[in-house]
């Protein structure tokens, strides 16, 4: 502060002079503006650090409205009775006293603005901070900042590849959210915690920002934020179940189509089973029809005089079968010259096939055929 009073004391004697406090963080960046009458808008600006033997020169300007940069200083003189300073990537050692000053031939009617300097190192926030999101998207920036920055006006803005800053969103102190465009930003005092918001992003959107403070003298950035947007990744859905997992699953319930195929299966094997019943009870009607017929062919043989068969057999056999009142399901027919006799029964209506065996017991017939008929059903 000493050094300050002298310093204001020997530009007084020299000029104008005016004085400035300006407030930064480690590894940030300040940004500030000094003041210079109207009639030195085309003379020369400087910009140095005091020491105790000069002045060292850090920047001066070039031509109207272009930003000049040497190391971490750039200067910029907009032809509007004003030119900007900014210091990058603050350091400890950047603390003191600057001088902001109009060139002109007769030092006594200069124009010199003192600048006072401090560097805060606080590890309270990041310095730098990285972020991916992808295009078409949504995507989040979060900036934490001291505590004496919350009744300053939030600031946002985005750098370009001469490390100025520029595109800048505020929010004013005695606002916690705005909307600029496909930007939202919001602040949180009580966590001390400064959001942006990006929307649909694009690939313009891609590059490095900054987030911090302003006052009505000048601009701290704290937080830098390198923002990177690519294409949305290609997914591929994959489902992988062990062996464990599946045995424990609970099986699957049954669709209506399962339980229709199932009934139908049932209906099917039942009709089968009550068919094979109906078929097996025919078979023994069948048998017991057939031992009964041969009981009488026999009982007519023995009648037949010495128990055999002869010429006059046969045809009286043939004769009976015709009669009225025999058995109209059975027709029997014999012949002298074969010696086999061919037995057809009549369909029986209740069973799928019928027949009855008869085997003679002459020496005429040595063999019996049958013939079924096939059931209507």
């Known amino acids: 502060m000493r050094n300050l009073l002298i310093l204001i004391i020997l530009s007084f004697m020299t000029g104008c002079v005016s004085c400035l406090e300006v407030e930064g963080c480690s590894g940030g960046t300040v940004i500030f503006t000094c003041k210079y009458p109207d009639n030195y808008q085309s003379n020369d600006k400087y910009f140095c650090k005091e020491s105790t033997q000069s002045c060292e020169e850090k920047i001066k300007s070039g031509m109207k409205n272009t930003w000049e940069n040497k190391d971490r200083f750039s200067l910029c003189d907009t032809n509007r009775k004003l030119f900007t300073v ?14 902001c000053e109009v060139a002109t031939s007769d030092p006594s009617s200069g124009h010199v603005t003192i600048v006072e300097l401090k560097v805060k190192e606080d590890d309270c926030f ?30 946002f803005c985005k750098q370009d590849d001469r490390f100025i800053c520029k595109d800048n969103i505020t929010l004013e102190s005695e606002k916690i959210s705005n909307k600029h465009g496909r930007l939202f930003v919001s602040d949180n005092r009580r966590e001390r915690v400064f959001t942006v918001t990006f929307t649909n992003l694009t690939v313009e959107d891609t590059g490095v920002y900054w987030c911090g403070g302003k006052t009505h003298v000048y601009t701290t950035l704290i937080t830098e934020v390198e923002l990177a947007v690519n294409a949305p ?5 994959v489902t992988t179940m062990s062996p464990a997992s599946s045995s424990r699953s609970p099986p699957s319930p049954l669709n209506s189509t ?3 195929t199932i009934v139908s ?7 089968f089973a009550a068919f ?3 078929v097996y009870s025919c078979k023994r009607n069948k048998q017991k029809g057939a031992a009964s017929s041969t009981h009488r062919l026999s009982t007519d043989a023995g009648n037949n005089g010495k128990g055999g068969h002869g010429i006059g057999d046969s045809e009286d056999i043939k004769e009976r079968s015709l009669q009225p009142d025999s058995v109209p399901a059975t027709t029997i027919y014999a012949s002298d010259s074969l010696h086999y006799a061919s037995v057809n029964f009549q369909k029986n209506p209740v069973c799928p096939t019928e027949a009855a065996i008869a085997k003679e017991d002459t020496p ?6 049958v013939n079924f008929g096939q ?3």
């Open 86 to 99: 900014i210091i990058r990537k603050l350091e400890k050692s950047d603390e003191g006293n600057y001088k």
């Open 126 to 155: 990041k310095k730098s901070v990285k972020e991916t999101a992808y295009l078409g998207r949504n995507a989040t920036i979060t900036c934490k900042y001291p505590e004496d920055h919350e009744n300053r006006t939030k600031y």
């Open 233 to 237: 990744p290609k997914t591929t859905m």
């Open 258 to 260: 399962s339980v229709v």
């Open 265 to 271: 299966v049932s209906l099917g094997g039942l009709v």
């Open 276 to 278: 094979l019943v109906i």
């Open 364 to 369: 005429f017939a040595d063999y019996a055929t």
């Open 375 to 377: 059931s209507p059903a």
